[in-house]
């Protein structure tokens, strides 16, 4: 069974930057696309960025210039580089697989805080 754990929120000034980790076991990490997503209170769970086994990625319009995703499949994790953060960024931060993501009732970590306030 998957097993994701999240790292790295915190409370930032709008302009500053995060790094998230997200720690994947249980499944061959270096084979899948992963993604990171982002629930802010009162709205639906949404996908942020997502990178492929291959290392291709792929943004959100909001976050484009301003994230970056990456992996080292050497330690299975997962990384997002926050920069320029705004306000609107305030929300919970996932990972998951791209594909697991969509199964209704699949295992979620408890995701990593992320507020961007003055």
């Known amino acids: 069974q998957v097993h994701l754990v999240e790292s790295g929120g915190d409370l930032v000034q709008p302009g500053g930057s995060l790094r998230l980790s997200c720690v994947v076991s249980?499944?061959?990490?270096?084979?899948?696309?992963m993604g990171w997503y982002r629930q802010a209170p009162g709205k639906q769970r949404e996908l942020v960025a997502t990178?492929?086994?291959?290392?291709?990625?792929h943004y959100e319009d909001s976050v484009k210039g301003r994230f970056t995703i990456s992996r080292d499949s050497a330690k299975n994790t997962v990384y997002l580089q926050m920069d320029s953060l705004k306000p609107e960024d305030t929300a919970v931060y996932f990972c998951?697989?791209?594909?697991?993501?969509?199964?209704?009732?699949?295992?979620w970590g408890q995701g990593t805080q992320v507020t961007v306030s003055s």
């Open positions: 249980g499944i061959d990490f270096s084979t899948y696309t």
């Open positions: 998951n697989d791209i594909i697991r993501a969509i199964i209704p009732g699949a295992s």
């Open positions: 990178i492929s086994r291959d290392g291709l990625t």
